[in-house]
Antibody, heavy 123, light 113 residues
Framework: QVQLQESGPGLVKPSQTLSLTCTVS??????????WSWIRQHPGKGLEWIGY???????YYNPSLEGRVTMLLDTSKNRFSLKLSSLTAADTAVYYC????????????????WGQGALVTVS | DIVMTQSPDSLAVSLGERATINCKSS????????????LAWYQQKPGQPPKLLIY???TRESGVPDRFSGGGSGADFTLTVTSLQAEDVAVYYC?????????FGQGTKLEIK
């Protein structure tokens, strides 16, 4: 059974950098075939895809957040991470990590396993 | 970006009755070379992450009850829940994976009447 678990601080100050880690069990992030995404959900709102990182370490970010996002892979600990800089109150959200299934090509991803989410408040 | 618009925003249906949720994309998500619609549906129950229900617009994910069905093509899609059960109370989202950035609808809240 694939499981993902987010971890990181729940409160971050404006202008600082958010750092979250997603630890994966039940699957190897370096085995290939899947991509690893971050998605956020503003309080009471819908879902916004932040970006993905592949098992090779290649990444692609939502242009709306381009320049502020960095994703990294740590294969030794089977986890991946998100860094989001220059935080404002608008970045307050629940942050989910998710395993991303390539449906036809690398640019066609659905999200089949999700973490429980980590609430991050910028204040 | 492809904008996904769902309707209605909320829906109340009696137990055992049918619920239909609509999703419209700002451009077609039908890929002509393979005739597939790059559209997925998710269910999010309170306090839980979203769960993948349907992909390719109409293919149920493993383990999803067959009372959930997806339909439509091009830019207009539906999610139907036949014979609504109490455990189906949730917010439902559509998502396009035709092109990046992947985008979701705003969600439809399904409740029991």
């Amino acid at each position: 059974q694939v499981q993902l678990q987010e971890s990181g601080p729940g409160l971050v100050k404006p202008s600082q950098t958010l750092s979250l880690t997603c630890t994966v069990s039940g699957d190897s992030i370096s085995s290939g075939g899947y991509y690893w995404s971050w998605i956020r959900q503003h309080p009471g709102k819908g879902l916004e895809w932040i970006g993905y990182i592949s098992y090779t370490g290649n990444s692609y970010y939502n242009p709306s957040l381009e320049g502020r996002v960095t994703m990294l892979l740590d294969t030794s600990k089977n986890r991946f991470s998100l860094k989001l800089s220059s935080l404002t109150a608008a970045d307050t959200a629940v942050y989910y990590c998710a395993r991303s299934r390539s449906m036809a090509a690398v640019d066609n991803l659905t999200f089949d396993y999700w973490g429980q989410g980590a609430l991050v408040t910028v204040s | 970006d492809i904008v996904m618009t769902q309707s209605p925003d909320s829906l109340a249906v009696s137990l055992g009755e049918r619920a239909t949720i609509n999703c419209k994309s700002s451009q077609s998500v039908l890929y002509s070379s393979n005739n597939k619609n790059y559209l997925a549906w998710y269910q999010q129950k309170p306090g839980q992450p979203p769960k993948l229900l349907i992909y390719w617009a109409s293919t149920r994910e493993s383990g999803v009850p067959d009372r959930f069905s997806g339909g439509g093509s091009g830019a207009d899609f539906t999610l139907t829940v036949t014979s609504l059960q109490a455990e189906d109370v949730a917010v439902y989202y559509c998502q396009q994976y035709y092109s990046t950035p992947y985008t979701f609808g705003q969600g439809t809240k399904l409740e029991i009447k």
